[in-house]
């Protein structure tokens, strides 16, 4: 064995940004749960639905885990398989959702929180479940 | 492979919700609200390809592997498969009278409709002479491809403001695309290389609303170059509450201070690296503590030092000293001033001022 064999070599996938060692809160963080609240009003009163770009703000990785610990965890986790994992999780307020977009290598592309009934991304367009129909309806009749 | 594009990405094992993501992040990219990255997804996924002819003049091919190289295959695949690259030398695998017969195929074919990228200045020295593909000079082939063109997309800081190969003394006379070409719509994507996203981003633009995106006074779009680095930078919060890094290794750094007095160029670059990040979103400069050079903006490579503050210190002499005593600081910076310094004092034996420091 060559002595450079011998050295250890690990390959580890950064942490998502909101995992990583905090840098700080700037209080940016708290006026969110108030954009918050308007939106879910909205989605009350109207029905009209609400995303928030987080990578547009000025949050660091500290804020974006303060903001999570408040919204807290839901009762659905939704796992999505698209070019690299999407995450899209209820927290313990219904209606809130935390939206996480990888990419293939594990780095967070976009996040978003999404105030809607259910992720847009979740439900199945109807080209795809017209496809879906007549793919069973192939294989039916060949059993 | 002119059918829609949604049916070319299901052949290819593209599902319908990996493209949903793609546009959701696209969207979010371009500012825009997630009802319009829904609409994005509708109308791209019905788009006919336009074509596209691609044109490399005085270049480093560094905007091409920023295009083809940041993303993971599958994304990278729908950039191409959204137009149809008609002509590009770096990718083609034709050469010689071939290639050149391709572009003039696609020029005849597309006759006033298809988009034109450019990346790279145009020398305008000795006739054009400094640059040719195929015994003709740059400008004469932009001139011929210019003509029919929907659009002209100036990809990078050279073809966009001359970049690179214009700084001082500028040897060949290097200009932009727009410097020449008046009759045409032109977008700048300045950046040296580019964000390929904005590249992306352009491109689903023109393919949703069938027009350009809106431009700043500087012919960039606004979606991605209407904020500086430093307004959308993570640490803007730190630059409020007066936390500055000194050097690059003091206690500020690592806490992941501002960097504005190391040099940082985040406040006057309108670009979109703090919020798209590099490398499939995994970092970009100013997170991996070192400023923002500015490189999407004219003459950036002109415009001092990178290591100088924006606005010098009200106290320079004490700023040199107090850098001195902590020792190795932002090295380049106080190795240019010592040397200003040393050289000042060695041939006029005059006080060293502040026109010597920032030298």
Redesign the interface.
Known sequence: MSPLETIPIHVIN?LPASLADP??L???APPLLHELSESVRRLLDTGE???I?L??L???PADLVWLLEKLGTGEIAVT?Q???E?TLNETACPGIWWVT?H???G????Q?I?VALVP??VKA?P??VKRGYEYLELMMSDL | MQGPLIETLVQQG?????F???C??LA??M?L??AAG?AMAEAMAAAKRPSVIWLPFQECTGCTESITRS??P??EGMIFDMISLDYQETLMAAAGFQAEEARHNAMKENMGKYLLIIDGSIPLGVDGGYSCIGGRSNIDLLQEAAQGAAAIIAMGSCASYGGIPKANPNPTGAVSVSDLIKDKPIVNIPGCPPIPSVMTGVLAHYLTFGSLPELDDKGRPKAFYGETIHD???R??FYDQGKFAKTFDDEGAR??WCLFELGCKGPVTYNACA?VKW????SWPVESGHGCLGCSEPDFWDAGSFYKPLSTPADPLKFVAAASVVGAVAGVAVSVANRAKKGAAKSAHETTTLADLEK
């Open positions: 950064p840098v700080g700037t209080g940016n639905t609400t995303a770009d990578s547009a000025p949050l660091t999505l698209a070019n690299g999407s977009h990419n293939e290598q780095a967070v592309t976009s978003f999404e847009e991304l367009h080209l795809d | 593209v599902s319908r919700r990996t949903l993501k793609y959701a992040t979010s990219m500012a609200p997630p829904l993303h993971s599958t994304i959308r930078c993570y803007r919060p806490q992941g919020t490398n499939g979103g995994t």
